[in-house]
């Protein structure tokens, strides 16, 4: 884990090193999960988009790996965020003070958004799907969220 200098006139951030397991390149502001994999060397070092629909009842498949910052290739190694302000891909509008939570959408570029909390009905694995509270609609896809995965 990556945590930079902290300093008086910059929020504090956090990062995380993982290899891209999507077979394709993942461009900033895509919102990974890690892979599940039963290699120990890989378990919490391969990460992909998410790619279910999350919702209440099935959650997400794993947990969340962070937001991409910078472009990562295809099987290459990066860092991504895990904690503090992000600009981060969405597929519709969300309100500042809202808590976001990434889902599969068929969004393009990255075939991830991200969404509100719906519901007060919640499962654990639905739960581990949230990103963190809005801060600002940046423009209609990227919306700058204060990431909380860690």
Known sequence: MNFPTVSRGVADSAYIVIKNNEGAE???GTVLEF???TTDSEQGYLAEKVDVAVNVT???????????KST???????????R??????VHSTITAGIYAVATSGNVAPTGVGTTQVITTNVNAAYGKAGLGFVHEAVSSTTHRIQLDIM
């Open 84 to 89: 503090g302000p992000a600009d981060v891909r």
């Open 58 to 68: 099935t959650g997400i498949a794993t947990g969340l790996a962070g937001v991409v």
């Open 72 to 82: 990562i290739s295809t099987g290459q190694v990066g860092r991504v965020q895990v």
């Open 26 to 28: 993942l461009i900033p």
């Open 35 to 37: 892979t599940i994999t």
